[in-house]
């Protein structure tokens, strides 16, 4: 059974740092990514990795601030987030896919097969 389990969100005050990592079980994916969901909003891929080339993708939003990475041998996907604004308060997702997923479908949440249950992330004064 595929396991995808979140942790490290908060609250956190503007021009803050988090970092949150997600633990999967049966590695290998081809591609796995983050994606969040603000209230009333529709949910956005934020970053993404391909895990055999390593190429990453990013939303324009978060390019420079936002890091995407992976750690094999802890079978972990990570995602350091800087400079973070209020407007990045959101639910965080992990997702991964053992498919075939174009580049240019990275940062779509519909090419994604396997989800976890999400931490929260507030940026807050």
């Known amino acids: 059974e595929v396991q995808l389990q979140e942790s490290g969100g908060g609250l956190v005050q503007p021009g803050g740092s988090l970092r949150l990592s997600c633990a999967a079980s049966?590695?290998?994916?081809?591609?796995m990514g983050w994606f969040r969901q603000a209230p009333g909003k529709e949910r956005e891929g934020v970053a993404a990795i391909s895990t055999s080339s390593g190429d990453t993708y990013y939303t324009n939003s978060v390019k420079g601030r936002f890091t995407i990475s992976q750690d094999n041998a802890k079978n972990t996907l990570y995602l350091q987030m800087n400079s973070l604004k209020p407007e990045d308060t959101a639910m965080y997702y992990c997702?991964?896919?053992?498919?075939?997923?174009?580049?240019?479908?990275?940062?779509?949440?519909?090419?994604?097969?396997?989800w976890g249950q999400g931490t929260q992330v507030t940026v807050s004064s």
């Open positions: 997702a991964a896919d053992a498919g075939a997923i174009t580049s240019d479908y990275a940062l779509d949440d519909r090419e994604y097969n396997y």
């Open positions: 049966e590695y290998p994916y081809t591609y």
